[in-house]
Each structure stands twice: as C-alpha cells, then as structure tokens.
C-alpha cells in the first residue's frame, strides 16, 4: 500500500516537471494574438483603402460583380456566395455591405425592395433581391491591364489588392467603421463638386469641398476642418409652417431615420421640452413628417424647441481614416482629393501606355502580314522540308523590306505569319491594309499626343463623367451658418412657479401658495427681498432664498432692457438714495445687495420694469423738527440707468414716512434696432447683416413672398423665414403696396395696390388659381416699373403704378396691363416722396448701462409684461 501512495506521487511530479518544460507566459501571447487581431480588422475589415476607397469586403463585392456581369440582373444570394470564394466573410455580412453600397445610388444598379435610407427600413432577403453594376461603375472602376493580383485565401483564385478606380470614390461614397483602437468617419461629398474641385486641383488652382448628404437637410460645415479629428457638422432636418397649428419635415438629418426622429420628437414632448398635438409619417418616396400644435403654441418657437431638444439637429464628427501602403493614416480630405486626382491620372497614363504598346504592336505586325503577302514571302517556304528551313527563308524575305519597321523582327512574329491562312492571302486588298496601317498610326499619333498632355487629357476625362453621370446628381443638402438656440428661450413652460413671501421659500411644488408665472425645469428665478438683497437661483421643487420677498420673476438672461427702479433707506434712519438698474448677468445662488451694505438696510419703493418704464412718485416726509417741506414729486426719468452695485442718487436725509406712485411712466429706451442676417436668416440686436430699422414694442415687420402672400408680424428674435421671401422691411400702415402679377385664370396680366387690412393675419393678393404667379412687387410710395415683352416688336413699357391704379382693396382683381406675354419686369427709381414730420421725442438709450456684471448669461430679451410695483 505504502509503495502504491510513492508511485502515484511520483508519477504527479514527473507530469508536473513536464508541464513546467511546456508553459507559456500569458502576457506574451496576449501581445502577440491582440496585435495581429488588431492589425486584422483595421486593414482587413473596417478602413477602406486610399487607392479605391473600398473596404477589403467592398472591393471582394465588387469583382464578384465584375465576373458575372453580362448586362442582366444577378440574384444577390448568389453574388453573396460568389464573393465568398475570395475570402470566407459570412453571407450575412456581405449581403449587407452590398446593400449600403447599394443604397449610395453610385455603383450598383439595384432591382427589388434595398430598403430605404429615409425610413430605415431594412431590405429584403437577398434571395428576393437583385443587382448589377452601374454604367458608372462599369466606366471609372474596372481595367484588368492596370488591376494588380494577389492570391485569395485559399489561393484558389487572384483577387484585386486594388481597383484601379480613376475617380474620388471614397470622398463621394464616404464610409465609416470601427477597428481595434481606432475609428474613421468620412462624410460623402458631392459628386460634381468632386469632379470641379479635382479638375482645379489638376489647374493649380484652390479649392474647397464640404459634405452633401442623400438625406439633404441643412448643415453648417463651419467647423468641418477638412474633415479631420476634431471637426464638427451640424445638420438640421428642414421644417416648415404650414399653417399656424402645423409643422411639416420634408427633409431628415444625415445619420437619422424618419422613426428614429420621431421617437426623439415624442420623447421630448414626454419630458415637456416642446408641446405638440399629435405627430403623423406620411413618408413615401419623400419625407414628409406632419406635427400638429395645440392652439396658442408658437410655430417659430417650436422650431427652435425642435433644433434645440430632438433629432431634429445633429453634430457629427468627422474623422478621416485611410489605409495607404497597409498603415492607417490620419488625413484630410483636401490631401485624400489630391491623392485621388493625382491617382487618376497615373492610372490614366497606365491605361495609354498600355494601349499605345497594344497599338505599336498591332501596327508592327499588320505592316509585317502586308509584306509577307504584298511581295509574296510565303512562296520561298515551298522547297523547304523542315520548320528551321521555313523560319530562315521567310527572316530572309522580309529583310530588304523591314528598314521602316519600329522594332526587330523576332521569331514569335514568323510564326504567326505561318499561320496566316490561304483564304485570307487570297483575298488579300492592299489598299484596305494601307488604309488601316494609316489608321492605326493616326490612333498612335493621338495617343502619343494624349500622353504628351497628360494633364489636359485628365481633365478632358473628368469633364466627360460630369457631362455622362452628373444630371440628377446636384446638391441635395443647403448650406447655412447656425444660429445657437438657447434652450431656456425654447423650452416649454412645463411648470408653474409659486412663491411664499413670509417664509421666504420659492420653487414648483408649493400648490398651496402665490402662483408668480408660468416655467420650465430649466429656468432661472431672480428674487428681491426687503432687506434690499438680490439672488438668481434654478427653478426646483422648494428652495429657501431669505424670508420677505417682494419681487420673483423668472430671469431673463442678458436682458437689458428690464429696468428696476428702487428707493432704499442706507441703514436704520440713515439717508434715503433712489437708483435705476438693469441685471442682465450674475452667478447663481449668490446674494447680491442692492443698499450700501449697511446694518438695517430696507426697500421702501421698488418696481420691475419690462420695457425701461420710469414712474412719478410723490415722497411724504414724517413732520419732525425743522423739515419744511414734507411732500414732494420725482420722476425716475430723471434718473440714469446705471448698474446694480451703484448707491444711487439722494432723495432725502430726513425720514420718509411713505411713497405713493403718482403717475405711470412711458419707457424711457430709444427703439430697439433690429438687423437681418441673411446667413442664418434669422433677426438680431447685434448688428450682424442688414438694417430693418429702429422698433417700439408696437411696430411691426412686412413680410411678403413669392406666392404672393403677404402679412405682418412683430419682431421676435425666435422668428423664422421662408426661403421664398422677397420682402421683409419695417412696415408703414400708410405705405401702400403695388404688385404686376399674372393671373393664371384669365391668363392676362393685372396691376393692383393696396394697403394691409387685417396686420395680424397672413393675406394671398394675387388669384388662388396654379398658375397665377406674382411679376413684380414694390413697396415705395410712388414706385415706377419698365415692363419688357418677349415679342420685339412691342415697345419696352414704363409703368407708373400712381397713375395707372388707385388704392384699393387687398382681394380686388386690379387693373388689367397686357394679354402679351411678359418676359421681364424691372423696378425703376421712385417718384419723390415727401413723407410727413414727427416730432422727436427725448429717450434713453439702451447700452446705457454700466455695473459690475461678469457672467454671461446669455440671449436677448422679448418683452410683453406689464410693469410690477411693490410700495412700502
């Protein structure tokens, strides 16, 4: 028994020394298995190549396609399955990648259900489905002569290690993928932008390419930086108004999907970022995503909401990643175009070298076959008996005429004259031989010509693909410069603001208390207390902000024309000071004093003022001592507006026993200059693009477009603008409007002015029929138009539109002009005008403004509410 136990104990050592002789350290083969795995899928899977722009599965796909091309369609399973002879990638992975090649409409000619980029819905099995190469692909990414061979797999069959794609593919398809510790996101490009820009590129001249997407939409490629890491492209999905309750997207962002979009749609109006009614798909061949609004809800504002909350507006970024001599490279896409055009034209040159040798070789032996017939060389090979003998004697006939002939004469050449046969000897024509010899040395000359202009002779190719392959290719996606919308300016009232004074607590859970204003969970508060303390804090469920609270308002960031006017008292009996003031930045959650700081400060007067309103107030003095005069008036006009942190002016040293507010006051700020900036279409107070003119809270904007619609609104720095617009100024009530317009019905063309009847609703003056269509629309007092005809023989027209018609009616049909056919209208210099004084009026300005605020709190104010006083 003993001696079993020391045998099995042996025998355990022994095969434990055997496995210590056998192990390998798992960090070394880490090392190694990641490395290769790495290396793997970043050269073989997920990069494409600079050269083609193909992935290795791409470029398998497309020669597959390639071998069984005979201008039929092939079922896709069966292309699937032809490609895996070149590299085991399962079939479900190829059927796909064939359907986003497809889905790029550029190189596969697609029959069946592929799916929709739009909706995101998936194609069909790849056995329903069918495919063949495009005209396009067949012309710019096949030659067998210039493709250069590898083994595949198994090395049962030779596969491309590149196409030669003579064409920017990459930039317009671009791709995207995920390696090991690496990723490329390359954006496509237009196809006939690419094409310009490289045929600058071949004329030394700069250019510039930005991304187009299938999708369309609105992108601003500001920050594209050529498409290399760091870069960013928002892209916004186009939303119209069509009516006042409905919203229509005719067009999604790159990257999302009709479904995807809607789900981020409703689930902001789940969390009450926005508010709508209902939201309906009627996508088809095109988008077309309807939201209907609740009564009351602002379009213009649910826009921005939209931008600001959903998938509406997107940021991708870019990241341009190639494989370029089996190493993955950083570039942009500036340096990835040259590349390409430079490619192109090496290939090109390849492609006429090639032809040239073919044509050199074709001339040689068409001139040898001439000799060989013409002086009848074949009948010295009658006497002789062996093959050497028959070689020798035909080499020795062709000899005295050979001198003109490019290159020697080698034996491979004699024997294919052997094999010329007697029927065509017999039938032999010299004038047809000479007239093809001749040919072939003009198609030799020629080509030599387009080897010798290389450069021209590129451009000339890319042109012809643009004339071939450009029509239906045009921009899809508009370029615009974003505005940033501010979410605290878009967002959805969600909630409700209550306020308890006494105890000091502000937030939207105290139901039971003042309600203050309808918020959102994103808003900031501003509060002022007795104690002449100030403090902004972010809208929550409770918050304690300091018991005695006169004035809370939702904040309005970098409002400057908020005013608050305040009379405080410096301490206990001190003397009484009076300031103007607006807050337009601050940090959060700190206290600010609005006295001098000192003990026993308080408010005796305070009022809000949306629109720089300043007040009378009559001052009552307590009757103590000496004080004569004990009652007297102040006008808070008289008073700068300076900042917050100022003591203000005196009113008194003696004790105030109250203050009464005597009169309400006007706004003491000038009009508010508003500019257009037609980059971003959008209003603004900065200056940017052109000037509207100066506007009081009453004044209004005259907005009309090409389908003759015409309205007014007023100036809302959230407003958005139809591409179609072709007026948009200050409007004047007593400025008339006068139109040339042809009425599609009567098919006769009618002059008509007019004045805006109803300001607050949008009004067509022109008929309802389709083919009525607005000429001419001018907005001066007495404007004067030339009218030209498209027959000659009618005289060109001056048109004065005071004289021709009076003022009538927004839906009058107006006076008839002409039946002719009209080919161009042309607005004249107007008739002198002298419109009628007004008086001005003393006001402040508004960048008055001086203080001590830092933080930027940011967007303009809108201003509506009424002016909030608190007496003491």
Known sequence: MEQDKDNIHEDINNQFESAQDTI???????????????????????????????????????????????????????????????????????????????????????????????????????????????????????????????????????????????????????????????????????????????????????????????????????????????????????????????????????????????????????????????????????????????????????????????????????????????????????????????????????????????????????????????????????????????????????????????????????????????????????????????????????????????????????????????????????????????????????????????????????????????????????????????MITKVDSKTFVGKNIIHVAVFKKKDKRTVYNLIYTDGKGGTTYMKRFSVTAVTRDKEYDLTTGSKGSKLLYFTANPNGEAEIITVNLRAVGSVKKLKWDINFADLAIKGRASRGNTVTKYTVKKIELKEKGASTLKPRKIWFDETVQRLNVDERGDLLGEFTSEDRLLIINQKGEVKTIIPNLNSHFESDMIVLEKWEPNKPISAVYFDGERERYYVKRFMIEHPDREEKFISDHPNSKLQIVAIDYRPIAEIIYSKRSIDNQNLNFEEFIAIKGIKSLGNQLTADKIKQVNILESLPYKAPEINDVDLVEEEIIKGTESDDLDDKNENGEDSQTTLF
């Not at 139901?511 to 900031?524: Q, T």
Request: hydrophobic share 40%.
């Open 24 to 534: 390998t350290k798992v960090t070394g083969m880490y090392k190694e298995w990641f490395l290769d795995y790495a290396s793997y899928v970043i050269l073989e899977r997920a990069v494409p190549g600079i050269d083609d722009g193909f992935k290795p599965v791409q470029r398998r796909i497309m020669q597959s396609m390639k071998d069984l091309d005979d201008g039929r369609y092939n079922k896709v399973a069966n292309l699937v399955g032809h490609t895996m002879q070149y590299h085991p990638h399962g079939d479900a992975s190829i059927a796909d990648a064939m359907v986003q090649l497809g889905q790029k409409e550029l190189l596969i000619d697609m029959q069946g259900n592929w799916g929709n980029i739009l909706t995101g819905d998936r194609a069909a099995a790849s056995r329903y489905i069918e495919a063949r190469l495009s005209k396009f692909a067949l012309s710019v990414v096949f030659n067998p002569k210039t493709t250069k061979w590898q083994s595949s797999y198994d090395g049962r069959r030779k596969e491309p290690i590149d196409l030669p794609v003579k064409f920017p593919l990459l930039l317009a398809q671009g791709a995207e993928g995920i390696a090991v510790g690496l990723s490329t996101k390359i954006l496509p490009h237009n196809f006939n932008e690419l094409i310009d820009a490289s045929i600058k590129i071949l004329k030394g001249k700069s250019f510039h390419i930005i991304p187009d997407f299938l999708t369309g939409g609105i992108a601003d490629v500001t920050n594209y930086n050529d498409g290399k890491r760091g870069g960013k492209v928002r892209v916004r999905a186009k939303i119209a108004q069509q009516d006042k309750t409905t919203l229509v997207i005719n067009e999604i962002p790159f990257s999302t999907t009709t479904s995807s979009l809607i789900d981020s749609v409703l689930k902001a109006n789940e969390k009450g970022k926005i508010k709508i009614k209902k939201i309906e798909d009627n996508t088809a061949k095109d988008v077309e995503i309807l939201i209907h609004l609740h009564s009351g809800i602002s379009p213009d504002k649910t826009i921005d909401a939209l931008y600001a909350f959903t998938n509406c507006e997107v940021s991708i970024s870019p990241l341009c990643c190639i494989i370029e001599n089996n190493k993955p490279v950083f570039i942009g896409v500036t340096d990835a175009l040259k590349h390409s055009t430079n490619h192109t034209v090496d290939l090109l040159k390849a492609e006429l070298e090639i032809q040239l040798k073919e044509l050199e070789e074709q001339w040689h032996f068409s001139s040898l076959e001439r000799i060989f017939i013409e002086n009848r060389v074949y009948r010295d090979i009658e006497e002789q008996e062996t093959w050497k003998g028959v070689i020798k004697a035909i080499d020795k006939g062709l000899k005295p005429h050979i001198k003109h002939l490019k290159r020697a004469v080698t034996e491979e050449d004699i024997v294919r004259l052997t094999e010329i046969k007697i029927k065509k000897i017999s039938k032999f024509d010299i004038d047809k031989a000479k007239q093809f010899i001749e040919g072939l040395e003009e198609k030799i000359a020629k080509v030599k010509d387009h080897l010798a202009h290389i450069i021209d002779y590129t451009i000339d190719y890319f042109k012809d693909l643009k004339l071939k392959y450009g029509k239906g290719r045009e921009r899809k996606t508009e370029i615009r410069i974003f505005e940033d919308i501010v979410a605290t300016k878009v967002v959805m009232r969600n909630a409700k603001l209550y306020v308890n004074r006494a105890e000091g607590f502000i937030g939207t859970s105290l139901k039971k208390d003042e309600f203050v204003a309808d918020c959102s969970d994103i808003d900031d508060v501003i509060v002022f207390r007795n104690d002449g303390k100030m």
